[in-house]
């Protein structure tokens, strides 16, 4: 299973509260590293499953393209 970025936001935000609430200081430092590296693969994330919905989009606009043309093709023949 992947990953998504709406689940590495949710661990950063754990590990964003548990580096503030936490009372001692070397588990608040890993509590901020982790959630700093979770913003990081958020990051990533989105830009993936962006990069994956525009060429999707692109995709099925070239479907309709290539759908268009043999309709068009259809029409014009004898």
């Not at 993936?48 to 093709?73: F, G, H, P």
Request: one cysteine or more; charged letters at 30%.
């Amino acid at each position: 299973m992947e990953l998504t970025s709406a689940q590495c936001r949710a661990q950063e935000a754990i590990q964003s509260e548990r580096a503030k609430s936490e009372p001692l200081e070397n588990v608040r430092v890993v509590a901020l590293r982790a959630a700093i590296a979770w913003g990081h693969e958020a990051s990533f994330r989105e830009n993936r499953e962006a990069s994956k919905q525009r060429a999707r989009t692109v995709a099925e606009i070239m479907q309709l393209q290539r759908q268009r043309t043999a309709d068009d093709d259809v029409i014009k023949s004898p």
